[in-house]
């Protein structure tokens, strides 16, 4: 009896042996895992959107070869990369259309000309396009557009041609003061806001800091 108690006895201490040993093996492994930083998770890039009218062939942009990624109703609409002119959706759910450019683009001539459905523009738009010079005809047409972001074009200290860029833009109530704020370079604004019908009044220090320009020609003729 005394034989199988003994041989009991030692079970247990060499059970409980065990266990001491592993949970210290934990507690170090724990330890030794602090050291390092939690899993990172890739950061989700930020856009803000454009809104366009939901409907029926829907044209986003007229010139897609400026674009790095096009994002409508969730899915990515510049695939190769090699897309160019204009880029139309049969059909249009989500007004959120989502839009960043390619770097180093000095022109944006004519980007989103006649986008009908085009209602609002996000102000950090251009913001990774430093380099560029012109916004030659860049809303041109836009008939929905309803207001302008004061920043649009903060970004942008090198332009110096901004032609007809909101010309007919007949939804467009009022620009915002400090619209060109940011670029003393500019010489032309030759039609830019031609045939905004629906502007009411224009900011009295709207061109303070464009002391170089040579062309206010039609600026805003059919206003």
Not at 153 to 174: E, M, R, Y
Not at 198 to 216: I, Q, R
């Amino acid at each position: 009896m005394k034989k199988y108690i003994n041989v009991g006895f030692m079970a247990i201490f060499t059970l409980m042996t065990f266990v001491l040993s592993f949970s210290s093996c934990s507690s170090e492994d724990d330890d030794i895992m602090s050291e390092y930083p939690p899993e990172e998770k890739p950061e989700v890039p930020h856009y803000d959107n454009l809104s366009y009218m939901p409907g029926a062939n829907v044209q986003l942009i007229n010139k897609a070869e400026y674009c790095k990624s096009i994002i409508a109703d969730g899915k990515e609409l510049i695939v190769t990369g090699n897309e160019s002119g204009e880029l139309i959706v049969p059909e249009l759910k989500d007004p959120k259309v989502y839009i960043t450019f390619k770097e180093g683009i000095t022109n944006f001539s004519d980007a989103f000309y006649a986008c009908l459905a085009l209602k609002s523009i996000p102000e950090n738009l251009f913001a990774n396009c430093p380099k560029v010079n012109t916004f030659f005809q860049t809303f041109a047409g836009c008939s929905s557009l309803e207001s302008i972001p004061e920043q649009l074009f903060a970004h942008n200290p090198n332009v110096t041609d901004f032609q007809g860029t909101f010309k007919s833009c007949s939804a467009l109530t009022s620009i915002p003061e400090n619209l060109f704020a940011s670029n003393p370079k500019v010489t032309i604004f030759h039609g830019t806001f031609s045939y905004c019908s629906a502007l009411k009044s224009l900011p009295a220090n709207l061109f303070a800091n464009n002391s170089a320009v040579t062309d206010f020609f039609q600026t805003f003729a059919g206003c």
